[in-house]
Structures are given as structure tokens and as C-alpha cells.
């Protein structure tokens, strides 16, 4: 066995940074010799992770979007294969990103590297074609929802649940006094908290929506609160927006902004408005009642519902079954449908009070020991 594993990875936006971060601090503890390197964030590089790229260069979501991106995309994926073929890891693990890593993954497993896919796409939700690529890329796959492994099986292709890492980093009864402390918010106000989302599309697409539906909210409700989490390299681009929406003046709601503390502000809050993604499972581990938004451009939404399979988008939603929480997408994303969902959660705090215990079922299902079940598996492909 090799004592001192050389990986490369690619995690390709804030939430995949955030996975793979947990996996290499725990692939650190058994291996600290370990030597890591490819395409990821600033929780790998905490680990000592070498960013050829960063991750903020594949964070692009939908069909139109990506022509833009297309070039630059492809000729990162270009250099990325060359250089890891000139000096081969002894295992390769694409992070999501099925786009970006999937045709990577064949091209270094035909060329004998061993390869790991973590988080399995979700062709049971949408894109179902995506399982036969998967088949040819992955040597495994580590999933991260429970009924994924037997679905993967049925298509020979070896699978291990891991968990979900956010289940462990996540606390199963939050302190939302501390964290209201911490972030400066009052503890008596009714706090909301705004997850426009990680992409630069999706700011623009989603971030007027949010601002104009919280302005209404406010004119309905007294005593309310509004804290929103921005990613370092978007914050520019949401000052000039939340400026231009004119927030800020005397007698605007009150918007805090922190850098990055998305996890604080979960924490912190009574209720989540949220784009579609990962945040809705972070809101949910939170126990947060929440409603779910997306918008895209007209085309992509146009190609996107032809291959979707089942009739929810966000994640609580799709593990749980049901509607568990509202979904307003598309042409239903109005500013107004946005103000009277968080404000129907505000009036029925029964029904807070159920799908809190509802998540916390969720959150029990998906805990486990993510970071050493990964690092169990990975050790299983190393060469010997």
C-alpha cells in the first residue's frame, strides 16, 4: 500500500470545496505525508491542497450559460488532463461536477489511473442518460444519499454511501442565540436569512428577486431582520447590486451582509429564502423552514424540464418525497409569490414546527462518518 498517496482532485464550486475540504483533512490524519493538487477552493487548500485553478472557474450552472464559458472550460480541462498524465496520482476523485469531470474521469481510467466520483449525479432526478457515462468514468462512486448505491448496482457500477459531509459538520440542534450574537443581530427580531446562491448567473438571475420580495415582506411584518451570506469573490458584484436596489438608506429594511458565515446565518435565522442547490439541504440540516426559488434563462429552463424526472427541484424536497417546503421556480419566482410564501411560513408556526422535526429525521438518515468512509474507499483503489 502506498504509505503517502499522491490525489488529484477537482471540486468545482463553493459546496464541492466544501466536501472535499472535510475528506482531505481526514485523508491528512491517516496520511500526513499526503500530496494533493489539481482544481478546488479555499477549505482544500486549508488542507494543503495545491489549486492549479480555483474552483470559481468551473461554478457554472445551466445550458445557455455555459456557451459563454465554453472555451476557457475546455481548454482548463485540456491542461488539467496533460499535466495530470505527465505526473500520474495514485488516485484521481472528480468532486460533483459531472460536466467538467466525467469525460476527464474516462480519459485518465482508460489511461490506468484509478478513479473516484464523489456524489453521485442525480439521474434518478434528472438527465438519467448521465448513469451510462458514469459507468465507463468512475472505478466508484461515493454517494451521498442512501438509496443511490442499490440504484448504481443495477447498473454495474460499485458504490459506497458515505453520508453527507454537511450532516456531520452540522450540528443536530443549532444555538441560535450564540449565533445571533455572533453575527450582531438582534435576539428578539424575527430574522431572515437570504442564500441568492453561489454562481455569478445566479446572483443576477435570483438577488433582485430576493431584495424586491424582502422589501415587501417588510412593509407586511414588524421587527424583521435580514442577514445575507455573499462569497468572497462575488462581493463586489452584490454591493453594487444591493446598493443599486437602494438598501442602505435610513428607512430600507435592515440587510446585513457577511462575508462568507453562510452557516451562522442558518444558525441565526427563523426562516431561509434560498436558490435552488446544496443551500436548501444546508437550511434543511439547520432545520430551517425555507422557500426554494429558480430562475434561468428562458432555453435552459426550456432543456432542463424535458429531462427532469420528478416533480421537485430542491433537494429537502426530493429526500423527503413530498413538498415538504414551498418551490417557487421559473415564471412563479415573482417578487410578490416570494413575499406571501415567507410570509405564510411566519404566520403558521405549528408548521415550522413540524417540518423541523421532519429535518431533523432527514439529518439523523444522513450522518454518518463521511470523511473516513471516503478515505476507507479510497484506500481500497490505491495501487498496492
Avoid at 1 to 9: C, G
Avoid at 112 to 125: D, N, Q, R
Avoid at 202 to 229: G, S, T, Y
Wanted: net charge positive; with cysteine; glycine share 6%.
Amino acid at each position: 500500500m502506498t504509505p503517502s498517496p499522491s490525489l488529484a482532485l477537482v471540486a468545482g464550486e463553493a459546496s464541492g470545496d466544501l466536501l472535499a475540504g472535510a475528506v482531505l483533512a481526514a485523508c491528512r490524519a491517516r496520511w500526513p505525508q499526503m500530496v494533493c493538487a489539481g482544481i478546488g477552493g479555499p477549505a482544500m487548500q486549508r488542507q494543503g491542497f495545491e489549486a492549479w485553478w480555483p474552483a470559481q472557474k468551473l461554478s457554472v450552472r445551466g445550458y445557455v450559460e455555459v456557451f459563454a464559458h465554453l472555451p476557457e472550460l475546455l481548454s482548463i480541462r485540456h491542461k488539467l488532463k496533460r499535466r495530470i498524465l505527465a505526473q500520474p496520482p495514485d488516485v484521481f476523485i472528480g468532486v460533483d461536477a459531472p460536466d467538467f469531470n466525467l469525460d476527464l474521469e474516462i480519459d485518465l481510467r482508460s489511461a490506468g489511473i484509478p478513479t473516484l466520483h464523489f456524489v453521485s449525479p442525480s439521474f434518478w432526478a434528472w438527465r438519467a442518460e448521465k448513469v451510462h457515462k458514469l459507468r465507463r468514468a468512475a472505478d466508484h462512486v461515493l454517494c451521498i444519499f442512501p438509496f443511490e448505491p442499490e440504484l448504481l448496482r443495477a447498473h454495474d457500477i460499485a458504490a459506497t454511501y458515505v453520508g453527507h459531509p454537511l450532516a456531520q459538520m452540522i450540528e443536530m440542534h443549532p444555538d441560535r442565540t450564540a449565533a445571533r450574537q455572533a453575527l450582531g443581530l438582534r435576539p428578539e427580531a424575527t430574522v431572515l436569512a437570504l442564500l441568492p446562491g453561489s454562481r455569478q448567473a445566479e446572483i443576477c438571475h435570483m438577488l433582485p428577486r430576493f431584495l424586491q420580495a424582502i422589501r415587501l415582506l417588510d412593509v407586511q411584518r414588524k421587527n424583521l431582520q435580514f442577514v445575507m451570506p455573499v462569497l468572497p469573490p462575488l462581493r463586489a458584484q452584490v454591493e453594487t447590486m444591493v446598493a443599486q436596489a437602494g438598501f442602505g438608506a435610513s428607512h430600507g429594511p435592515s440587510l446585513l451582509q457577511v462575508e462568507g458565515r453562510s452557516h451562522e446565518a442558518l444558525a441565526a435565522c427563523d426562516l431561509a429564502l434560498v436558490t435552488s442547490g446544496t443551500a436548501t439541504l444546508e437550511a434543511a440540516l439547520f432545520k430551517r423552514p425555507m422557500v426554494i426559488a429558480y430562475h434561468m434563462p428562458w432555453l435552459s429552463w426550456k432543456i432542463m424540464r424535458r429531462k427532469q424526472l420528478q416533480p421537485w427541484v430542491g433537494l429537502p424536497n426530493i429526500l423527503c418525497g413530498q413538498f415538504v417546503v414551498p418551490e417557487l421556480i421559473q415564471d412563479r419566482a415573482t417578487p410578490q409569490a416570494l413575499a406571501d410564501a415567507l410570509l405564510s411560513w411566519l404566520d403558521q408556526p405549528d408548521q415550522c414546527r413540524d417540518v423541523a422535526q421532519r429535518f431533523e429525521q432527514l439529518h439523523q438518515q444522513l450522518r454518518r462518518d463521511t470523511a473516513v468512509l471516503t478515505c476507507d474507499a479510497i484506500e481500497k483503489i490505491l495501487p498496492r
